[in-house]
């Protein structure tokens, strides 16, 4: 149990476009997720945390109108990269919480890498 | 501040030898503690934890014991494999945060055959 998923894997995309990126819990239910970015041969960044049906809570420094966060159900967060430019390219990584039992446990995704030429 | 602090990498080590990776951690309050491995072009796994002092976390034949004298969670591996490496980073979670991990900085191992 505790599968996370990410789609796309992996996306290529021209500068000034959109890009979402989906996270699911594939076999639980996740009041809590969490979106990290991780540079080359650097440790994880946490964005944005978001608990269903409420808004996000942004990491200082992160752009909000940039990285647009919806958690619309106990299995699915969304990011948004809005008109996206060559330094966004990272490595987007999102977690879940379960809804109960393991508390502060976060399971990972496999990871989204976003190249923006 | 939370924070954790890792042994800096690269680690290169021979097939079967005995592996430490050091981690110290600075929190109030009593963290759950964590390792996580990264394989190449992957996410992150939780490789084991612990969620209270004098815990061990154990899985693959890794192990970490949770030292609050010594704000310490190193991880270790009598023998290992080639298949072991990856990016190994240390993390915590204060109970105080809403589950918010601090992780460290990673530390890359290579292990030669």
């Known amino acids: 149990g505790a599968v996370v998923s990410q789609h796309p894997s992996r996306v290529i995309c021209k500068s000034g476009t959109s890009v979402k990126i989906e996270c699911r819990s594939l076999d639980f239910q996740a009041t809590t997720m969490f979106w990290y970015r991780q540079f080359p041969k650097q440790s994880l960044m946490l964005m944005a945390t978001?608990?269903?049906?409420?808004?996000?809570?942004?990491e200082q420094g992160v752009e909000k109108d940039k990285f647009l966060i919806n958690h619309a159900s106990l299995t699915l967060s969304t990011l948004t990269v809005t008109s996206a430019h060559p330094e966004d390219s990272s490595f987007y990584i999102c977690?879940?919480?379960?809804?109960?039992?393991?508390?502060?446990?976060?399971?990972f995704g496999p990871g989204t890498r976003l190249t923006v030429l | 501040g939370n924070s954790v602090t890792q042994m800096e990498g690269p680690v290169t080590l021979s097939e079967e030898a005995f592996l430490t990776i050091n981690c110290t951690y600075t929190?109030?309050?009593?963290?759950?503690l964590f390792w996580y491995v990264q394989y190449p072009g992957e996410g992150l796994q939780l490789l084991l934890k612990?969620?209270?002092?004098?815990d061990k976390g154990s899985n693959k034949g890794f192990e970490a014991t949770y030292r609050k004298e010594t704000t310490s969670f190193h991880l270790e591996k009598g023998s290992v494999q080639v298949s072991d490496s990856a990016v190994y980073f240390c993390a915590l979670s204060a109970r105080s945060s809403a589950s918010k991990i601090i992780f460290g900085s990673g530390t890359r191992l290579s292990i030669r055959p």
């Open positions: 978001s608990n269903e049906g409420s808004k996000a809570t942004y």
């Open positions: 977690s879940a919480s379960r809804a109960a039992g393991e508390g502060d446990t976060q399971y």
């Open positions: 612990a969620t209270k002092a004098d």
């Open positions: 929190a109030t309050g009593y963290p759950s």
